[in-house]
């Protein structure tokens, strides 16, 4: 028996008065202990009608909660770069042609001078600096956090 009904049941409580007690409705306390996941909002709120610590009703496999916590980080971190690669693409893509207008109208109103050269370079620059970050220094400098925190760990 899960430990929310055997906590009701101790008590003599009906499901109908754990619901009101704890703010949630008489079905979310049906589905729980029938075994479905509770949030850990809705455990609080059990374990503050029970008057208990909320970590005594969580299930025993709270190791996987914690890897679904890891998996749910590892997708948000992927998600994250996805977004940021492209972005660099999209940026790549507009900093060719604007620097091949740039360069013909350079040549076509005053040929003498190179000036299209110093937003080139400029706009080239920052595309450079933003893919080393995106596509190698990332897992350099996390690598780089990693290391210096399990360092800073083992020190007495």
């Known amino acids: 028996m899960n430990t929310i009904k055997s906590q009701r049941l101790a008590r003599a409580w009906s499901q109908?008065?754990?619901?009101?007690?704890?703010?949630?409705?008489?079905?979310?306390?049906?589905?729980?202990?029938?075994?479905?996941?509770?949030?850990?909002?809705?455990?609080?709120?059990?374990?503050?009608?029970?008057g208990v610590n909320v970590?005594?009703?969580?299930?025993?496999?709270?190791?996987q909660a914690a890897s679904g916590d890891s998996l749910?980080?590892?997708?948000s971190q992927a998600r994250t770069q996805v977004e940021q690669?492209?972005?660099f693409w999209r940026?790549?893509?507009?900093?060719?042609?604007?620097?091949?207008?740039?360069?013909?109208?350079?040549?076509?109103v005053n040929p003498q001078t190179y000036w299209f050269i110093w937003p080139?370079?400029?706009?080239?620059g920052a595309l450079l600096v933003r893919s080393a970050r995106i596509f190698w220094l990332r897992d350099r400098w996390s690598r780089w956090e990693q290391e210096r925190l399990q360092k800073i760990l083992r020190k007495p």
Request: no cysteine; charged share 20%; hydrophobic share 55%.
């Open 16 to 50: 109908e008065q754990l619901a009101e007690l704890s703010a949630l409705s008489v079905r979310t306390i049906q589905r729980i202990e029938n075994g479905e996941r509770a949030s850990l909002e809705t455990l609080s709120a059990i374990a503050a009608a029970f």
């Open 72 to 75: 749910a980080l590892r997708i």
């Open 85 to 87: 690669e492209s972005r």
């Open 120 to 124: 080139l370079l400029a706009w080239g």
């Open 55 to 63: 970590t005594t009703l969580m299930p025993e496999d709270s190791e």
């Open 91 to 108: 940026s790549l893509l507009l900093f060719v042609p604007v620097n091949i207008v740039l360069v013909v109208i350079n040549l076509w």
